[in-house]
């Protein structure tokens, strides 16, 4: 077993990384799950995930060695239609056979709602009833509703409690009379307007940022300092004038009135019809001012760490970009959608990094490749590596095309090149993806020979490789200079994908992009994409040459060169090669039963779904 970290966070592309976070999410909930301490997670709203988070989902649900987990999650079903993700996501859980038990929640019935306004007035049914005919009547129901409608009766007088007779007192004739909206919304927005124009102000703030938000959040907006350097500009367009103390204290009032709850730092909306409530109480002329007045008071400040206050900055100003007409200032947001979606990336959340780059180029001109080549590039670039993780073929190619037509170099292609190759394969097209690979291998120098008669080509390949090695010991070849050359290292890279394709489809190509790997690796120096080639080169010597010591030697060299090289993210390819190929020819096959498990957890590590299964399968 080699002496090389596994536990180390390996930089991978964005497949291996949703991969990955599925895998350590799996192995978290394992951890957490047991049968003397089991796990319920619930989770409400799930009519607003996005298929990424679906998809998680669905990855712990239908994980059969997790005995001691349960999954309860609820959604509005009149917000979600046959071809919904979750409509869609569900019917794929029945089909895999996954129990589940569907508990519909509908609006309180008549007598329900009586014997809740009876159990709150302290009355009795039969005096309530009067009053729960009313109500019904106006809400159906609706849970929400009763409440706001309960609260706004009370607030507006039509309700209240007599002292000489110590109960509750109405008038059904005149509640009757009333009208009562039968939207949540319009009844909120009716309370909110009762309140002071701080507390409405500060409301409205808290609704600009989502559901909730941190009081670290509203310090850095109303700082002081913050303000100072904008009020140098008398123009400035400020909604908010009060200070962090000053805005803290109008908040009481709606929390009293139960409109936000504080929990330690946070400020959150009971519902979210308040906060829609208090959003609409901005015109829709004023939405985007306040939106863009709102990050750059979090840009510019410097308490908040810089990721969080990067996506809040981004997220706000981009709600405001119709306002922004200066150029350079859109190119400025543009580069920093670019790099929220490269953080998201990191994360595997592709819908939201999907958005910044959609929002980073449409902030661009029709110039934007003359203009602002670098980052058209790189939003391109991620927006096909997303459409690809996304499984969004026809929009990942025609972003592909735009780059091909506009890059200025092959180095600028490169990437967009190994895009292409990797979503052919994961649409199950081996061989396009072979073909395409190959070209690629050409414009990058390192042409692979191909013709009917492929027998000869590898015997001559192999001989070329065979005299390259020549005299060469081990400790020559672990001494080789690092892969410095691009270029080089780019044909590596792809050689690793293109070996396996090769494998699987076209066994004879295989054969000659070993060769290939060796190679390059013996005129230009060694890099961790050589381990692999190492060991698929002892596997070739003993299938097919009868050379099991030479195999042998390569198998044990290649394990060397991961372990010098730290080369973690290779170590579940070279397990899987030595083991399945190499050491059964000298060794009980019961040896490579614990390399093989590790390769197989090591690949699931770094994304490597495919050698993963191939690691297992083996074991």
Same mark, same amino acid.
């Given at each position: 077993?080699?002496?090389?970290?596994?536990?180390?966070?390996?930089?991978?592309?964005?497949?291996?990384?949703?991969?990955?976070?599925?895998?350590?999410?799996?192995?978290?909930?394992?951890?957490?799950?047991?049968?003397?301490?089991?796990?319920?997670?619930?989770?409400?709203?799930?009519?607003?995930?996005?298929?990424?988070?679906?998809?998680?989902?669905?990855?712990?649900?239908?994980?059969?060695?997790?005995?001691?987990?349960?999954?309860? %999650?609820?959604?509005?079903?009149?917000?979600?239609?046959?071809?919904?993700?979750?409509?869609?996501?569900?019917?794929?859980?029945?089909?895999?056979?996954?129990?589940?038990?569907?508990?519909?929640?509908?609006?309180?019935?008549?007598?329900?709602?009586?014997?809740?306004?009876?159990?709150?007035?302290?009355?009795?049914?039969?005096?309530?009833?009067?009053?729960?005919?009313?109500?019904?009547?106006?809400?159906?129901? $609706?849970?929400?509703?009763?409440?706001?409608?309960?609260?706004?009766?009370?607030?507006?007088?039509?309700?209240?409690?007599?002292?000489?007779?110590?109960?509750?007192?109405?008038?059904?004739? =005149?509640?009757?009379?009333?009208?009562?909206?039968?939207?949540?919304?319009?009844?909120?927005?009716?309370?909110?307007? !009762?309140?002071?124009?701080?507390?409405?102000?500060?409301?409205?703030?808290?609704?600009?940022? %989502?559901?909730?938000?941190?009081?670290?959040?509203?310090?850095?907006?109303?700082?002081?300092?913050?303000?100072?350097?904008?009020?140098?500009?008398?123009?400035?367009?400020?909604?908010?004038?009060?200070?962090?103390?000053?805005?803290?204290?109008?908040?009481?009032?709606?929390?009293?009135?139960?409109?936000?709850?504080?929990?330690?730092?946070?400020?959150?909306?009971?519902?979210?019809?308040?906060?829609?409530?208090?959003?609409?109480?901005?015109?829709?002329?004023?939405?985007?001012?306040?939106?863009?007045?709102?990050? $750059?008071?979090?840009?510019?400040?410097?308490?908040?760490?810089?990721?969080?206050?990067?996506?809040?900055?981004?997220?706000?100003?981009?709600?405001?970009?119709?306002? *922004?007409?200066?150029?350079?200032?859109?190119?400025?947001?543009?580069?920093?959608?670019?790099?929220? @979606?490269?953080?998201?990336?990191?994360?595997? @959340?592709?819908?939201?990094?999907?958005?910044?780059?959609?929002?980073?180029?449409?902030?661009?001109?029709?110039?934007?490749?003359?203009?602002?080549?670098?980052?058209?590039?790189?939003?391109?670039?991620?927006? @096909?590596?997303?459409?690809?993780?996304?499984?969004?073929?026809?929009?990942?190619?025609?972003?592909?095309?735009?780059?091909?037509?506009?890059?200025?170099?092959?180095?600028?292609?490169?990437?967009?090149?190994?895009?292409?190759?990797?979503?052919?394969?994961?649409?199950?097209?081996?061989?396009?993806?072979?073909? =395409?690979?190959?070209?690629?291998?050409?414009?990058? %120098?390192?042409?692979?020979?191909?013709?009917?008669?492929?027998?000869?080509? *590898?015997?001559?390949?192999?001989?070329? !490789?065979?005299?390259?090695?020549?005299?060469?010991?081990?400790?020559?070849?672990?001494?080789?200079?690092?892969?410095?050359?691009?270029?080089?290292?780019?044909?590596?890279?792809?050689?690793?994908?293109?070996?396996?394709?090769?494998?699987?489809?076209?066994?004879?190509?295989?054969?000659?992009?070993?060769?290939?790997?060796?190679?390059?690796?013996?005129?230009?120096?060694?890099?961790?994409?050589? !381990?692999?080639?190492?060991?698929?080169?002892?596997?070739?010597?003993?299938?097919?040459?009868?050379?099991?010591?030479?195999?042998?030697?390569? %198998?044990?060299?290649?394990?060397?060169?991961?372990?010098?090289?730290?080369?973690?993210?290779?170590?579940?390819?070279?397990?899987?090669?030595?083991? !399945?190929?190499?050491?059964?020819?000298?060794?009980?096959?019961?040896?490579?039963?614990?390399?093989?498990?590790? @390769?197989?957890?090591?690949?699931?590590?770094?994304?490597? =779904?495919?050698?993963?299964?191939?690691?297992?399968?083996?074991?």
């Amino acid at each position: 077993m080699l002496e090389v970290s596994v536990v180390e966070t390996v930089k991978v592309g964005g497949t291996e990384a949703r991969n990955r976070f599925k895998h350590v999410f799996r192995l978290l909930v394992r951890a957490l799950a047991t049968p003397s301490h089991p796990l319920v997670l619930f989770l409400d709203d799930l009519q607003w995930a996005d298929t990424a988070s679906l998809a998680l989902i669905e990855s712990l649900i239908t994980d059969y060695e997790s005995k001691s987990f349960l999954f309860i %999650g609820t959604y509005r079903d009149d917000e979600v239609s046959e071809t919904h993700p979750l409509a869609i996501q569900l019917r794929k859980l029945e089909r895999k056979g996954v129990h589940t038990t569907k508990i519909k929640v509908g609006n309180l019935t008549k007598g329900h709602l009586n014997s809740m306004i009876s159990d709150h007035l302290q009355t009795s049914l039969s005096v309530s009833d009067p009053l729960a005919e009313v109500v019904y009547r106006k809400t159906s129901g $609706n849970a929400l509703l009763v409440i706001q409608c309960l609260r706004s009766l009370y607030d507006e007088g039509f309700m209240h409690f007599s002292l000489n007779t110590r109960q509750w007192q109405w008038d059904t004739k =005149v509640i009757d009379s009333k009208g009562v909206s039968d939207s949540a919304v319009k009844l909120m927005t009716r309370q909110i307007l !009762t309140f002071p124009a701080k507390t409405q102000n500060a409301l409205k703030l808290i609704a600009c940022l %989502g559901s909730y938000t941190d009081e670290c959040v509203l310090s850095a907006i109303t700082a002081d300092d913050n303000s100072g350097s904008q009020q140098e500009n008398s123009h400035v367009w400020e909604p908010i004038t009060s200070g962090h103390n000053e805005l803290m204290s109008s908040l009481q009032l709606a929390i009293r009135q139960g409109i936000i709850v504080h929990t330690e730092s946070k400020y959150k909306f009971t519902h979210d019809s308040f906060q829609h409530a208090a959003y609409s109480l901005i015109s829709e002329t004023e939405r985007g001012l306040w939106h863009l007045w709102i990050g $750059n008071r979090v840009r510019l400040d410097q308490t908040l760490s810089p990721e969080k206050a990067l996506f809040i900055t981004v997220g706000q100003l981009n709600k405001g970009a119709k306002f *922004i007409d200066d150029a350079d200032e859109r190119v400025e947001l543009a580069w920093l959608n670019l790099q929220a @979606a490269e953080i998201s990336i990191s994360y595997a @959340a592709f819908v939201p990094a999907s958005f910044h780059l959609r929002v980073g180029r449409s902030l661009l001109d029709e110039n934007c490749w003359r203009d602002q080549y670098k980052l058209c590039l790189q939003i391109s670039v991620l927006q @096909a590596e997303v459409k690809q993780c996304e499984g969004s073929f026809k929009e990942m190619d025609k972003i592909l095309e735009e780059i091909f037509l506009n890059a200025k170099c092959l180095d600028d292609k490169i990437r967009s090149y190994f895009i292409r190759v990797r979503s052919l394969s994961a649409q199950g097209k081996q061989q396009e993806a072979l073909e =395409v690979g190959l070209l690629v291998l050409s414009l990058l %120098g390192e042409p692979v020979p191909t013709s009917s008669d492929m027998r000869a080509i *590898i015997k001559e390949e192999f001989l070329k !490789t065979k005299q390259l090695l020549e005299g060469k010991t081990n400790d020559d070849l672990l001494s080789l200079k690092a892969m410095e050359n691009s270029r080089k290292i780019a044909a590596m890279q792809q050689l690793n994908d293109l070996i396996l394709f090769a494998f699987v489809a076209r066994q004879k190509e295989y054969h000659v992009l070993v060769f290939k790997t060796i190679q390059i690796s013996l005129c230009h120096g060694m890099c961790k994409e050589a !381990t692999i080639g190492l060991a698929m080169y002892g596997g070739l010597l003993i299938q097919y040459f009868n050379d099991i010591e030479g195999g042998y030697r390569f %198998g044990q060299l290649a394990m060397s060169l991961v372990e010098k090289l730290q080369a973690s993210a290779c170590l579940a390819r070279v397990y899987t090669a030595f083991h !399945t190929f190499i050491n059964s020819s000298s060794q009980h096959h019961r040896v490579s039963l614990e390399p093989l498990k590790l @390769a197989s957890q090591v690949a699931l590590r770094v994304g490597d =779904v495919e050698y993963s299964v191939m690691s297992a399968r083996q074991y």
